[in-house]
């Protein structure tokens, strides 16, 4: 049974316009959530992080959102550049993942911006 | 470089192969991850040192699979008797420390070894 569920496979979004990236999961020990960035042929980059005691988190364009309550955190990325088509994947991590931090994927969803 | 490095990029295999995939982390990483990725799926943990000890090997599918880490800094997946369920593309990953929820615990990937099994 999938932990962290990226249930967009794809998005298709308009230069400029704002990128909603969706995850959900299900385990409550979850107390780390990270937003990686991969592009074809590379391994994930870290993008940004949010621990479970905060329910925002900002850095430059992108932005972090947790809710606890509902088991669900978003990244918004605004303005949307065409640089930013990747595969985004959700990851938490926690006592209820991973005594020793490591990481529960989401499947990812693959973000097109267009120009 | 500064980053997380994997070797080969990509290896082909003929089943009942033996493999073995090197990763050097980020210099003065503790922790050192392994993932295998298979196609359309996120990266799923496979094991876990902190320095030289392998401290959770949980995430291993089978005993044809075994990784090492002995000086604490380079790690080596070895997997036996390679099958084609094998294919996969295997990902490296290192942190300051592990555990927690600081800011040295986000773990940095390598580029990953693309494993081929036919």
């Known amino acids: 049974d999938q932990q962290v569920k990226q249930n967009s496979p794809s998005l298709s979004v308009q230069e400029g316009r704002i990128s909603i990236l969706n995850c959900d999961y299900t385990?409550?020990?979850?107390?780390?959530f990270l937003w990686y960035k991969k592009y074809p042929a590379e391994g994930p980059t870290f993008l940004i992080s949010?621990?479970?005691?905060?329910d925002k988190n900002e850095d430059g364009r992108f932005t972090v959102f947790l809710n606890k309550s509902a088991k669900h955190l978003s990244l918004h990325i605004v303005p949307s550049q065409p640089g930013d088509s990747a595969v985004y994947f959700c990851?938490?991590?926690?006592?209820?993942?991973?005594?020793?931090?490591?990481?529960?994927f989401g499947k990812g969803t693959k973000l097109s911006v267009k120009p | 470089g500064a980053g997380v490095s994997q070797s080969p990029r990509y290896k082909v295999a003929k089943r009942g192969q033996d493999v073995a995939l090197r990763c050097d982390p980020i210099?003065?990483?503790?922790?050192l991850f392994w993932y295998q990725q298979a196609l359309g799926q996120g990266p799923e943990f496979l094991t876990y040192?902190?320095?030289?000890?392998?401290?959770?090997k949980s995430g291993l599918p089978s005993d044809r699979f075994f990784a090492e880490r002995p000086e604490g800094s380079v790690s080596t997946l070895k997997i036996q008797r390679t099958q084609q369920e094998d294919s996969a593309v295997y990902l490296c990953?290192?942190?300051?420390?592990?555990?927690?929820?600081?800011?040295?615990?986000?773990?940095?990937f390598g580029a990953g070894t693309r494993l081929s099994v036919l």
């Open positions: 990953a290192s942190s300051l420390a592990s555990g927690g929820v600081l800011a040295k615990n986000i773990q940095y």
């Open positions: 385990n409550s020990m979850f107390d780390y």
């Open positions: 949010i621990s479970s005691i905060k």
């Open positions: 990851a938490a991590s926690g006592m209820g993942g991973g005594s020793q931090g490591n990481l529960i």
């Open positions: 210099s003065g990483h503790v922790s």
């Open positions: 040192f902190q320095n030289e000890a392998q401290l959770d």
